[in-house]
């Protein structure tokens, strides 16, 4: 009996879905993020934390530049600090200088971020002799 009726609402059920001529959008909505939430100073602590690993290589400083980049931000000033201090250890000045020129790119047309990130980040700078794009001349080509 249970057979029957099942084949009867499931054949039943296939004749509406035919001949339903529009569709409509979907009843449930999925929820994917079901994590904790990352406040905004475990999220720097994390970024701070992977720039200054004392055995990052060329390649973690590449990939975890552009994963930040790739956010909908700009760095904070320690976590560029950081990076910029890794740089320092790999002997990488191309590097430092691109993360320089990453954060002008990312504040865009809010034209006052760029200049307050250099400025907290001048002290740093001048420990590390990193010049800045401007210093160097290469942002206006």
């Not at 406040?39 to 602590?45: A, L, M, N, Y």
């Not at 910029?84 to 047309?109: F, P, Q, T």
Request: proline share 5%; with cysteine; glycine share 6%.
């Amino acid at each position: 009996m249970f057979r029957a009726l099942s084949r009867l609402s499931t054949s039943g059920f296939r004749s509406v879905a035919r001949t339903r001529t529009g569709y409509s959008a979907p009843l449930a909505s999925r929820c994917y993020s079901h994590g904790k939430v990352e406040t905004e100073e475990e999220f720097d602590s994390r970024w701070v934390t992977y720039f200054s690993k004392p055995d990052i290589d060329a390649w973690e400083l590449r990939k975890g530049m552009n994963t930040l980049i790739g956010y909908d931000l700009v760095p904070e000033p320690k976590i560029l600090d950081s990076a910029l201090r890794a740089c320092r250890r790999l002997n990488d000045l191309a590097s430092a200088i691109r993360i320089l020129e990453a954060v002008k790119d990312k504040a865009g047309s809010h034209k006052e971020i760029y200049p307050y990130v250099i400025q907290e980040l001048k002290p740093t700078l001048t420990e590390l002799g990193i010049s800045t794009p401007e210093e160097l001349g290469i942002d206006k080509l």
